[in-house]
């Protein structure tokens, strides 16, 4: 029965087992190279190429998903072994610059959408598994992506990305030794290069490139979601959380109390970060409790810590409407603890305690709501939350289709003064914002 | 001859039929127009418009009753002269009725298609299971269909799944209640088959609504839109380009050339009037108002067939108190069908026999009750207790067969606010289910006695089921019917119909699911022409 229960989860299934079966040349593989596939299978879910390189009705690793930057699209690149259109005419020499240089020969230089500037500290070790990997075990896709790469002047020249990679691109791979399952310096291997956490978590100077000082202190804007400070500090970052909490956190994509990850962050779970091994989350929480603590300016108060809802009287819970037909067929109203009560409360209930096992969480001790920047709560009503996780599949519809801007900012207002951070405001500019970003 | 046209197509009606076919048209690049006689409401207000409500039994209240486009239990909407009262709850608002369905979506059987050759009685479909399975499939994905591969939904053979299917369903059939469990474990082995009734309630998320989380008020509305509602359609409609305009209710469908509908003539609340043309128009104003158009229109009626052969699944009820706490009331508000009398010979003499198990929280049912018994003050609050924890409810229905007298016309002496016709129902509940009464009665004091209960009601009469069909009958000539095969009207090549209206028999299952498919195969054929 359970594989029948959606399309979109018998496709990927179906696409998971087909490229994991995958044989291009019918024979057999000796069991050398098959720990290879596996291990190398395991970085790329660990480094989520998928993410980028697989569309959503694509075909895995086909490429064509369109990346918005600042200054114009950026357009993923088919990975498959396709000799023609992917990387099946490769040496592993030239596989490996491409991942950890941004040199590809058929493109040249590669756009930094590409994370190649964390990859750089791929190991020689898992390099090689993951070439195997993408050789051996995927199926070709004898296809470019349909949408192309377009960008502006001078961004367009890809030869310009030969100075930005001598100021930015330094990286030099990890020994074996320290980046291996039981290696020294695995957590940070696994949050520095493989899981690329700096390439939303660390802001970028005005050339785009990460701010190494600010290592994990948080990007304003990853499509149109703030990526927050995930450094070790108790009140901005992740401090306050337990380890048990982030490694939940990185396999479910919640910790109650806590966080709950939409957008981005819910990708990255979905794709990559819930295949990880316990031990790999643990090594991952463990190095991040270790980062070094950057307090975001003025913040004297953790996101998470706004735990009281304001005491609201039932009473005002029930209360008598219009009942003229016009007002019973009209929508419109900027109430916003009248349009919580009726948009929200059903499951996150009237005083925003979500529900006892926190299928449907809560409000009050959550980073979304007690931020001084209302742009996740907003992203969160506009477009929802949705995330397959090890422990089912996590949905909250968005509300962009039936709330107007205004109303939208009505309720986070609302939900952020009542349960969470009553400095944040939200204006109807936010939420235009964002509404328009995301299109 | 005008050239220009206002769409390709105008659908009139925004329900879950007509916004289905309205969809299908616009994705496929047809400019489309919907007219629908409500307003576009947020589902948050019609939850405030049901929280607030004294009158939580009835289920068209939470919606707005305008004088221009009322709901059907205003009063005056329908004039009934027959010996029932018709009274269906229907609503006029972008995405209809199904507002507060409860989301059953079985399929028919083949043989429910075949009743006049196979049985004698009522009429043949000129379409086959097999050539609507496809569509089936298409409208199954497009609500994203709840349902079990594995059952035999006749009831009829254990272990086999019937009828064919080319695909699985969508979505999982949802875990069983505690009442259906334990209902069906005491009375399905006395020879009482239970089934898994199909829905449109998805358990998991699918095409952005949440899955189910039980809060049991399907009907008057979801809160929380797991249930599927036409409003789903209507906005994929707009996205895909498809116009949608409120406040205009279509009275007139104008004759042109050559047979063919030229335009369509709506009203606002206001009364001002517009014209608008198309190549092709499909009414999906649901199966009384559909007619009633034709009829005030004077078109498709050749026949004298449009508003006659009215049906519904008219049905009996039972409550009692069974020996043991079921809990009635947790998840949805109906789970699973009992079917021993589905399908099979005995159909030539009297009608199939469905009986549903209805899940609703049943207190205020119970506090009704009691108080007309004059129980108050504690012990009321002890007996609700009880009761609520006992509760059994089942919604029995049969299956009418068409008959020329039951019909639907617009009335002659009642109008809304901007002065539309309202309608006259004559229906009387005919012989073949009046010999399936005594049949499902004995089932009842079946059900009692295996559940060692006391019976709260077991005579309640005929009851309406809101299953509106065969007023705009298809039939294979244009003497016996209004549409053919395609749904389209024997007397003009551009008009269809997308209603629950065209059927030729009503079996006993709740019939939207086959009306969205006949909808999808119509919005097919018509993509090809324009």
Not at chain 1, 54 to 75: D, M, N, Q, S, W
Not at chain 1, 289 to 303: D, R, Y
Not at chain 2, 99 to 124: C, E, F, I
Not at chain 2, 466 to 478: E, L, R, S
Request: glycine share 8%; charged share 20%; aromatic share 8%.
């Amino acid at each position: 029965m359970k594989a029948f229960s959606s399309f979109s989860s018998v496709l990927t299934i179906g696409a998971a087992v087909g490229y994991l079966l995958y044989s291009p040349t019918g024979l057999a593989q000796s069991p050398s190279e098959q720990d290879l596939v596996k291990q190398g299978d395991y970085i790329a879910r660990a480094s989520d190429c998928m993410a980028c390189h697989t569309t959503k009705e694509g075909k895995p690793f086909a490429g064509g998903l369109v990346l918005k930057t600042p200054f114009g699209k950026i357009v993923s690149s088919n990975i498959t072994p396709s000799k023609k259109f992917g990387i099946g005419g490769w040496t592993e020499t030239q596989f490996a610059n491409a991942v950890r240089k941004g040199s590809s020969p058929r493109l040249g230089h590669l756009y930094p959408a590409m994370p190649y500037t964390a990859y750089a500290g791929l190991s020689d070790r898992d390099m090689h598994a993951l070439y195997v990997y993408f050789t051996k075990a995927v199926e070709p896709v004898e296809k470019e992506p349909e949408t192309k790469t377009a960008l502006s002047f001078p961004y367009n020249i890809r030869f310009a990305m030969v100075g930005w990679n001598m100021l930015y691109a330094s990286g030099r791979p990890m020994a074996d030794n320290e980046s291996t399952p039981d290696g020294s310096r695995r957590g940070e291997y696994l949050v520095k290069v493989l899981a690329h956490c700096g390439t939303c978590h660390t802001p970028r100077n005005k050339f785009m490139a990460e701010k190494s000082s600010d290592f994990l202190a948080g990007n304003p804007n990853i499509q149109g979601w703030v990526a927050p400070n995930i450094t070790s500090d108790n009140i901005s970052g992740i401090g306050g959380w337990s380890e048990e909490e982030i490694i939940a956190y990185l396999k479910n994509g919640a910790a109650h109390g806590k966080a709950q990850a939409a957008g981005p962050m819910a990708e990255a779970v979905e794709y990559s970060l819930r295949y990880l091994t316990d031990s790999d989350l643990k090594a991952v929480a463990t190095y991040l409790k270790t980062v070094k603590p950057i307090s975001n300016l003025g913040q004297t108060k953790a996101n998470h810590s706004y735990n009281q809802a304001i005491a609201v009287d039932s009473a005002v819970f029930d209360y008598p409407i219009d009942r003229s037909p016009l007002a019973m067929g009209a929508g419109s109203s900027i109430d916003g603890q009248r349009l919580y009560l009726n948009a929200c409360a059903t499951c996150h209930q009237p005083r925003g305690e979500g529900t006892e096992d926190q299928f449907y969480p809560s409000l009050t001790s959550n980073s979304v709501v007690g931020a001084k920047d209302p742009r996740n709560l907003v992203m969160a009503i506009l477009y929802g939350v949705d995330r397959q996780t090890n422990d089912g599949h996590v949905f909250m519809p968005g509300f962009a289709e039936q709330l107007s801007d205004e109303q939208i900012t009505a309720i986070a207002q609302y939900v952020a003064t009542n349960f969470g951070n009553p400095a944040l405001k939200v204006t109807i500019n936010d939420v235009k914002l964002l509404r328009n970003a995301s299109r | 001859m005008a050239t220009q046209y206002d769409a390709d197509v105008i659908v009139v009606g925004s329900g879950a039929i007509g916004s289905n076919a309205a969809y299908a048209l616009a994705s496929q690049g047809k400019s489309v127009i919907i007219l629908e006689a409500g307003e576009w409401i947020p589902r948050w207000k019609i939850v405030e418009n049901f929280r607030s409500s004294a009158r939580k039994g009835n289920h068209d209240d939470p919606y707005p009753d305008a004088p221009w486009a009322p709901v059907s239990f205003s009063p005056g909407y329908i004039e009934n002269t027959g010996s029932f009262a018709f009274l269906p709850g229907m609503l006029h608002l972008v995405g209809g009725t199904t507002w507060h369905w409860a989301a059953a979506t079985w399929r028919l059987l083949p043989n429910d298609m075949q009743m006049k050759s196979l049985y004698g009685v009522g009429r043949d479909w000129p379409v086959t299971y097999d050539e609507l399975e496809p569509w089936y499939v298409k409208a199954e994905y497009a609500l994203g269909i709840a349902g079990s591969d594995t059952e035999d939904q006749s009831g009829l053979n254990p272990d086999t799944s019937y009828p064919p299917r080319s695909a699985p369903y969508p979505v999982p059939p949802e875990a069983e209640t505690y009442y259906f469990q334990r209902l069906k474990a005491r009375i399905e082995p006395e020879g009482y088959p239970f089934i898994h009734e199909p829905n449109a309630r998805t358990n998991q998320p699918w095409d952005g609504r949440p899955g189910c989380s039980g809060n049991n008020n399907c009907m008057p509305v979801c809160p929380i839109g797991a249930m599927y509602s036409g409003d789903v359609h209507a906005r994929h409609a707009q996205k895909a380009g498809a116009q949608i305009l409120t406040d205009s209710t279509a009275f007139k469908l104008e004759k042109g050339e050559g047979g063919k509908i030229v335009a369509v003539h709506c009203r606002s609340a206001k009364g001002v009037d517009r014209r608008l043309t198309a190549r092709y128009f499909i009414i999906a104003s649901n199966g009384l108002e559909t007619p009633k158009l034709l009829l005030m229109s004077d078109v498709a009626n050749s026949s004298d067939l449009v508003g006659r052969n009215l049906m519904d699944h008219t049905g009996i009820g039972l409550q009692f108190l069974a020996d043991e706490p079921l809990w009635p009331g947790r998840g949805q508000v109906q789970q699973g069908a009992i079917f021993r009398l589905r399908d099979g010979a005995f159909r030539s003499q009297h009608s199939a026999i469905k009986h549903a198990l209805t899940n609703t929280v049943p207190n205020r049912a119970i506090t009704e009750h009691l108080l007309k018994k004059n129980i108050v003050g504690p012990e009321l609050d002890k007996q609700i207790r009880h009761m609520a924890a006992r509760w059994v409810d089942i919604s029995t229905v049969f299956e009418q067969l068409p008959h020329l007298e039951n019909r639907v016309q617009p009335s002659t002496t009642r109008k809304t606010s901007n002065g539309i016709p309202m309608m006259k129902i004559h229906y009387d509940p005919d012989d073949y289910i009046k010999a399936a009464v005594p049949i499902a009665k004995q089932d009842f004091a079946n059900f009692v006695q295996i559940m060692n209960g006391t019976v709260i009601e077991d005579n309640t009469g005929f009851q309406n089921r809101d299953h509106i069909m065969g007023t705009v009958i298809m039939g294979d000539n244009h003497r016996n019917s209004v549409v053919n095969h395609e749904c389209r009207t024997w007397n003009h090549p551009n008009l269809f119909m997308a209603t629950t209206g065209v059927f030729p028999s009503a079996s006993v299952v709740n019939p939207t699911l086959t009306g969205i498919a006949l909808a999808l195969r119509s919005a097919d054929i018509i993509a090809r022409e324009v």
